[in-house]
């Protein structure tokens, strides 16, 4: 690591990583306590005071697990989202309908008038009964408990048939479950008490009732299974028995009546009004005491970063950054922790904050608030004006956003996302490169990067090495490939790698670099003394000699993609881009500018903008980001990363090519991500279209997009099933003329025939958003958005309203 805390790309190569774009802005930080770095300060507040800064609030705040795309920093479920059971009339009919016809069926069955022959499969013939005599009068006590065992069967079934067509448990849950304490825990006790009259009626004076065949059924099945009745001469065994079934009974209640828990918030309210220390495994120390640090005997650690959250002195990237670095594991944690403090584990630049935030953060979520889920009539329950959230999870499958200009593609997502990636990079999580729109405003401010890379502009520090500071002329000769010739139809992809890698390997072999584009394009379009040149300094090694040869008698033919090459390459080679691209610190104007290679991301969180050039150079600026993504979807691959990376395209317009589209679809699994903003599809080659909705996870149409547009979203997103009810009216035509008359009195009276309503309720099939609802119901300020995690949770496609 150098002085000012920056590091090398990959720890050996020649390049450094390249120093901030600007001194960095530190925040405010009041001074650390007197003592040294290592000073442990005193031991913080108990945990019940309210903590003394606003980092310790947000810390402490409740951050609950919810569906994706949801805002969790307090989220509570909106008010009317709680799933409601609605007991209509036709619900208490049914309940009492089924009681009814038990009672009856149970009244009958005492009485002897359903004979027991009818209850089984067959009739019963005396010898089915092995203890002998006749079902009406059993000659054994056997037979009298058998059919008492029956008769509690019998009874079970019949009672769990009603609770189920009756609807028992909806019941329980309306009128008991939802209440509150104490009323559901008394009337809990009420049913309870009931319900042990009804078994046990001789327990209670006044009642006379015969009791339900619960308690004797179990009896007999006990003397059945024994063979004899001295089990129930023990007294101890007898009073168990009554007690486990009394238990059986009660627990129920006691379970919808909430009285174990209502128990002991009593108890915890009565010790807190007596003063009595509460008991210490039940403290949870709020996270701003780095209880998880504690857990592990990090005590000093723990101490010391607690006193710097009171004191102010660490904000929400510190608390992030440090939070990361312990669940991490990097060594040292204790020590580094002693010797920094908030400061531990800084960014290289030495920022610790942005100059300006522009939306809402959560650092330890990792989320953005970019608006609020509308609450409509097909949206799930808990997306009803929660907040709207990304975080890498999501990106980590990719966006693609499409809304034309004006619509607020930049203003509420694109800036948004690149502001909360770069305050990631801060805590160590993320590296972000951003592509401003050509011709637009940059992508936030010049203190928010470390490196920032102005195309065609003079006093740009940084220049933007076109071969990604690769050392294989195959790949060096795919990226450039891909950039130039990669939204061309006519051309083939892998041909003019080739043709580039015929080139691009023999002049490294030779010189030691890869050539810059002037000198590249003049050996595409076949120079003589450019290749007479490179072949004279290859000539001692044959395998290089070959492949120029190879390109030379490819030169001028017919489907030689080497005049397609030097075309675009003349975009890049006109005045106003002298001294960029300088092909890795040789040649084409290398040392006028600092030649930054994309593949630093892959190895550090670094925060890289792009902005291409301004107006007159469109084509050019989207060959430079068609580099660029190509670029990052080949530095990505290499070797596994602790921190994800980003690449957010203000302006995707010509960036989407076949070979791109193959390669996103591999990002989700190297921690990788793209963000894509299009004014419309049709930037988007058509035959791309169905393979790009398909690469990314996540889809946003904004308000203003066209039925053609709009038709895209609504093929991807798919259909669902939805219940319809229709209502149609039928003439009635009366039979007897009594009725005629009446019917013909009351047109008179109302002017209308007399109809009776037809009701049909089925379930249809229907897209969740139509091509024609997207282009014309969508408000202004709002968009549609679905969410994919790269752990598969799903977020289906719901209205957003972006100022919200």
């Not at 009974?249 to 509460?278: C, D, H, N, Q, S």
């Not at 699994?669 to 690469?695: C, I, M």
């Not at 003329?737 to 009446?742: D, E, G, K, Q, Y």
Request: net charge neutral.
């Amino acid at each position: 690591m150098d002085s000012d805390g920056t590091q090398d790309a990959r720890g050996t190569h020649a390049n450094p990583v390249p120093r901030p774009a600007g001194p960095p802005r530190m925040p405010a930080v009041p001074p650390r306590p007197a003592g040294g770095p290592g000073a442990v300060p005193p031991p913080a507040s108990p945990p019940d005071q309210p903590s003394a800064s606003a980092v310790a609030a947000w810390l402490d705040e409740k951050r609950p697990a919810t569906r994706p795309g949801i805002w969790r920093l307090g989220y509570r479920l909106p008010k009317g989202a709680q799933p409601t059971e609605r007991l209509a009339p036709v619900t208490v009919v049914g309940v009492l309908i089924p009681l009814v016809v038990a009672f009856v069926v149970w009244s009958f069955w005492r009485r002897g008038v359903i004979p027991y022959q009818f209850t089984l499969l067959r009739p019963f013939t005396p010898d089915d009964w092995w203890w002998g005599g006749t079902i009406a009068s059993p000659k054994t006590s056997e037979g009298s408990e058998a059919l008492t065992v029956y008769n509690g069967l019998f009874f079970a079934v019949l009672a769990y048939t009603v609770g189920v067509l009756g609807g028992w448990p909806a019941i329980v849950r309306h009128y008991i479950g939802r209440r509150p304490q104490p009323s559901r825990a008394l009337l809990a006790l009420v049913c309870a008490l009931c319900a042990l009259s009804l078994v046990f009626p001789e327990a209670f004076p006044g009642i006379n009732w015969d009791a339900l065949p619960v308690v004797k059924p179990v009896f007999s099945l006990i003397v059945l299974i024994s063979g004899s009745y001295e089990v129930f001469t023990s007294v101890l065994f007898t009073d168990a028995l009554y007690a486990a079934m009394t238990l059986l009974i009660v627990w129920p209640f006691a379970k919808v009546g909430g009285w174990v828990p209502y128990l002991k918030e009593r108890l915890a309210a009565r010790r807190a009004a007596t003063g009595a220390a509460p008991l210490p495994a039940t403290v949870e120390r709020p996270r701003s005491q780095w209880p998880e640090l504690r857990e592990a005997g990090q005590y000093e650690a723990a101490d010391l970063l607690t006193a710097e959250v009171a004191g102010g002195r660490m904000n929400d990237v510190d608390c992030a950054r440090v939070r990361r670095a312990w669940t991490t594991g990097l060594p040292d944690f204790r020590e580094t922790v002693l010797r920094g403090g908030g400061a531990a584990w800084a960014h290289p630049s030495g920022a610790r904050d942005l100059p300006r935030r522009g939306a809402r953060h959560d650092l330890l979520a990792g989320q953005v608030r970019v608006g609020r889920w509308v609450a409509a009539e097909r949206a799930p329950a808990s997306y009803h004006d929660a907040g709207a959230a990304l975080g890498p999870e999501a990106l980590g499958t990719s966006l693609l956003a499409v809304g034309p200009s004006g619509s607020g593609k930049t203003r509420s997502l694109v800036e948004p996302l690149t502001e909360a990636l770069a305050l990631q990079a801060l805590t160590g999580g993320c590296a972000v490169v951003a592509v401003s729109s050509p011709g637009g405003r940059p992508l936030g401010s010049d203190d928010a990067f470390d490196v920032i890379v102005r195309i065609g502009d003079p006093s740009s520090v940084h220049d933007l090495d076109p071969y990604a500071e690769s050392e294989d002329a195959d790949e060096a000769a795919a990226i450039l490939a891909e950039a130039l010739v990669g939204d061309l139809d006519t051309v083939n992809a892998q041909g003019a790698a080739t043709a580039l890698a015929q080139l691009l390997g023999p002049y490294r072999a030779a010189y030691g670099r890869f050539p810059g584009l002037p000198e590249l394009r003049e050996l595409l379009e076949g120079e003589p003394g450019a290749l007479a040149a490179l072949r004279e300094a290859v000539a001692g090694d044959d395998v290089m000699r070959r492949e120029l040869e190879a390109r030379a008698r490819q030169t001028g033919t017919a489907g030689d993609p080497g005049r397609a090459l030097a075309d675009r390459l003349a975009l890049l080679n006109r005045p106003a881009f002298a001294g960029f691209f300088g092909g890795g610190g040789g040649g084409g104007g290398g040392e006028t500018h600092r030649a930054f290679s994309l593949r630093a991301v892959a190895h550090h969180p670094l925060r890289v903008r792009v902005d291409p050039p301004e107006h007159g150079h469109e084509e050019a600026g989207r060959l430079i980001t068609r580099l660029v993504l190509a670029q990052f979807q080949a530095v990505v691959r290499e070797g596994r990363r602790g921190h994800f990376a980003c690449l957010v395209l203000d302006d995707a317009t010509g960036a989407v090519t076949a070979g791109s589209v193959r390669r996103i679809q591999r990002l989700r699994s190297q921690n990788a991500g793209v963000v894509l903003a299009l004014r419309t599809v049709a930037d988007v080659p058509e035959a791309l279209h169905g393979p790009l909705y398909g690469a990314v996870g996540c889809r946003m149409a904004f308000s203003g997009i066209t039925t053609w547009d709009g038709a895209r979203f609504a093929q991807t997103w798919g259909t669902e099933w939805v219940e319809t009810t229709e209502v149609a009216k039928h003439t009635v035509f009366a039979d007897q003329p009594m009725t005629r008359a009446i019917h013909a009195l009351r047109k008179l009276v109302t002017g209308r025939a007399v109809t009776t309503d037809a009701v049909t309720v089925r379930q249809v099939e229907r897209e969740r958003w139509s091509a024609s609802r997207l282009a014309h119901e969508v408000p202004p300020g709002h968009a549609v958005l679905s969410l994919t995690t790269v752990r598969g949770e799903h977020a289906p496609p719901l209205l957003v309203d972006l100022r919200g």
